[in-house]
């Protein structure tokens, strides 16, 4: 079993986002040991690119702080080794396939392997074209992570038929940032899922309210939240840990309860 599974052996899982290096990486450290201390059962880390496309403003102003801060791949990296010191829960990456690309994706997953992560999101990358990445994570025991869009509709079969890990769910059309309503029929999507593999499936993109992602976590497995977690970093900076921890207190608390 992969290490991913585990975080949804206990029940709906709440999966947090942080852009590393925003403000810092010293904050970046705090504030993922204050959300795996308040319930977060798989932590996603943002790797910083100079051209999110899939994020909105809020994690973009992020991925600039970082890069303006001087964070790399590489130190990305030794931040992972030193947080495995301690922390247990399934860590994955969350970047663009240039990134990974650049720094050569044999190179790439052999770090990710040698520093603990458990598997990558590519949300840039097409189904048709995962196999040059696929199969080198595969060597590496890193899950590649496929993404399930409302626009994915006749392909779903075929996605959670080669799915490794978990099944990110996209709940919304556009980029990521918190939304108002998810009107996506994200129980339909499931259906199909659960009819070609038993991996578990979270929803992410616009959710930010404990009763948004107690209602995601009740048609699917869990719930990801990454914007609403930037604006607390984007509001306490380096203050942030306390902070993020009592949110995702609030929202795990939101999707067992």
Do not use: H, W
């Amino acid at each position: 079993m992969s290490n991913i599974r585990s975080a949804f052996a206990n029940g709906k899982a709440f999966i947090p986002f942080i852009t590393c290096g925003d403000p810092d990486l010293e904050t970046t450290a705090k504030v993922v040991r204050a959300a795996a201390e308040n319930g977060a059962d798989l932590i996603e880390l943002g790797i910083p690119f100079s051209d999110p496309t899939a994020e909105g403003p809020v994690i973009q102003g992020a991925n600039i702080r970082a890069l303006a801060g001087g964070v790399t791949t590489d130190k990305v990296f030794e931040l992972v080794k030193e947080l495995r010191r301690d922390i247990k829960i399934p860590l994955v990456f969350m970047t663009y396939a240039n990134v990974v690309y650049s720094y050569d994706a044999e190179r790439f997953m052999a770090r990710c392997c040698e520093a603990g992560v458990d598997g990558v999101i590519l949300p840039d990358l097409p189904f048709e074209e995962k196999g040059e990445f696929s199969a080198v994570a595969k060597q590496y025991g890193v899950d590649l992570i496929s993404l399930i869009a409302p626009t994915s509709e006749n392909r779903i079969a075929m996605i959670a038929k080669e799915a490794e890990g978990f099944i990110y769910i996209v709940s919304s059309l556009g980029v990521t940032g918190v939304r108002s309503e998810i009107s996506t029929d994200i129980g339909e999507i499931v259906k199909v899922i659960r009819e070609n593999t038993n991996i578990p499936c979270a929803v992410g993109f616009g959710i930010s309210k404990p009763e948004q992602a107690a209602k995601m976590a009740g048609l699917s497995d869990g719930a990801i939240v990454g914007s609403a977690i930037i604006r607390i970093l984007e509001q306490y900076g380096r203050d942030a840990a306390p902070y993020v921890g009592e949110y995702v207190k609030s929202m795990k608390e939101a999707i067992i309860s």
